[in-house]
């Protein structure tokens, strides 16, 4: 189990849950605040340069407060950043 994975079940408790969002979030019956915010973080994260003020509005509609939004964007942006470094110095995974 991977650490983030492991993480996610602590944070859920519901092992099937965390599966059906690893197979495909968008199936997984989330919330519509789930969602929005998964989705942000999907596009954020694979097309930064596309994110814009009409993303962060979607996060609002479903009540996330600006200070929510910083804080997904900094996990999501943070997680991105990690991920590379890691990458870029060829850190082997552990087991």
Do not use: W
């Not at 079940?9 to 989330?30: F, H, N």
């Amino acid at each position: 189990m991977t650490h983030h994975r492991h993480g996610l079940c602590r944070l859920l408790a519901d092992d099937a849950q965390v599966a059906a969002i690893e197979e495909d979030y968008e199936a997984a019956g989330l919330d519509a605040r789930r969602l929005a915010m998964l989705r942000y973080a999907e596009k954020l994260t694979r097309a930064p340069a596309e994110v814009g003020r009409g993303d962060v509005d979607l996060l609002r509609e479903v009540g996330f407060q600006d200070v929510d939004v910083l804080q997904i964007a900094e996990c999501t942006a943070y997680y991105a950043y990690v991920n590379r470094i890691a990458d870029g110095l060829g850190v082997e995974l552990e087991s």
